[in-house]
């Protein structure tokens, strides 16, 4: 397990968020570091994401050197290129695509693909894969994940979908054997983020790395 992926896995919740607002962006990127957790997922979902990515790396690395940014929903290679150049610590997919995998490797960045069945969970590890990503989470459910792990007892899963900050959803998939979950909307309320009460973002994610670290 190399040292970015123990980070990773360490963490144990990583954010998933993406805005049009890059004012936004940086405030939920700050809210989540006051709030304890040192990485966080970026997302490719809008038109936006490349120039605001940017922008959150340079003050990330200036203000919270220990975070990890990674930039998410990442298709192809010209894509992990653009992000990777931008500041990207680690590369995440919504499927498992091999280029992707083989650049990532070639530049030296962790890469994580989407998976939801066995086979792709087996060739995302073929093709160098060292966490790979369970998704979309909500569809296969944590017995997908404990199914996985009897038969690739030593593959490190992160779980993105269907995941929430409480006892019952963080039990269920940690117990079944993820090594770390993304979460999004879940983890950032909307109300909250309209009213820019950064606060209380801030107080909902040291609320669910308590829960974390309970377990």
């Not at 150049?85 to 960045?109: H, K």
């Not at 007892?153 to 054997?177: I, R």
Request: hydrophobic share 45%; with cysteine; aromatic share 8%.
């Amino acid at each position: 397990m190399n040292t970015l992926q123990t980070k990773l896995t360490q963490s144990g919740i990583i954010p998933v968020f993406s805005h049009l607002d890059v004012e936004v962006s940086l405030a939920i990127v700050r809210a989540c570091y006051d709030g304890g957790l040192r990485a966080f997922e970026y997302t490719n979902r809008n038109a936006q994401a490349l120039d605001n990515f940017r922008q959150v790396a340079e003050v990330a690395k200036r203000d919270m050197p220990d975070m990890l940014l990674g930039a998410g929903t990442i298709w192809d290679v010209p894509m992990a290129e653009t992000f990777a150049a931008a500041g990207a610590d680690f590369i995440v997919s919504p499927i498992m695509n091999p280029a992707v995998g083989a650049w990532c490797r070639e530049n030296n960045l962790l890469w994580s693909p989407g998976c939801m069945t066995v086979t792709e969970v087996f060739q995302a590890r073929q093709q160098g894969a060292e966490l790979v990503k369970v998704f979309p989470g909500e569809v296969v459910g944590p017995a997908f994940v404990r199914s996985v792990k009897s038969v690739m007892p030593d593959v490190q899963l992160m779980v993105t979908g269907g995941v929430e900050p409480t006892v019952e959803s963080l039990k269920a998939w940690f117990g079944a054997g993820v090594s770390c979950v993304g979460m999004g909307s879940q983890l950032f309320n909307k109300q909250a983020i309209a009213e820019k009460n950064w606060a209380t973002i801030q107080q909902t994610v040291a609320q669910a790395i308590a829960l974390f670290k309970s377990l």
